[in-house]
């Protein structure tokens, strides 16, 4: 059984950075796909970014392209979300994710089977 937890969350002013970390037990960094997910208030959750077990397989939304890297490291099974930049619209809770590596990295929710409890992030004006 795997189990993710983020942390790091918290609350900044526009244009600040945070960084998000997500702690995977249970299997080995690399054999999973990771990705991180994102629900703000009244809204669906979508997703941010994620990655692969190859080196080059990272995928970013739209929205956060050039703001935001995922990264992984393997000697402490942590996956890294790093926030640049931030605005008012990335206010939301973030959740870690992680799926066994299947040929292709996924960027919907329903491809990944294992969810951490999730970590707010406020972005002021």
């Known amino acids: 059984q795997v189990q993710v937890v983020e942390s790091g969350g918290g609350s900044v002013q526009a244009g600040g950075s945070l960084s998000l970390s997500c702690a995977a037990s249970g299997r080995t960094l690399d054999d999973l796909n990771m990705g991180w997910f994102r629900q703000a208030p009244g809204k669906e959750r979508e997703f941010v970014a994620a990655m692969g077990v190859t080196v080059g397989s990272e995928y970013y939304h739209d929205s956060v392209k050039g703001r935001f890297t995922i990264s992984r490291h393997n000697a402490k099974n942590t996956v890294t979300l790093q926030m640049n930049s931030l605005n008012p619209e990335d206010t939301a809770v973030y959740y870690c994710?992680?799926?066994?590596?299947?040929?292709?990295?996924?960027?919907?929710?329903?491809?990944?089977?294992?969810w951490g409890q999730g970590t707010q992030v406020t972005v002021s004006s």
């Open positions: 994710a992680a799926a066994g590596s299947a040929g292709w990295v996924g960027v919907f929710d329903y491809e990944y089977e294992y």
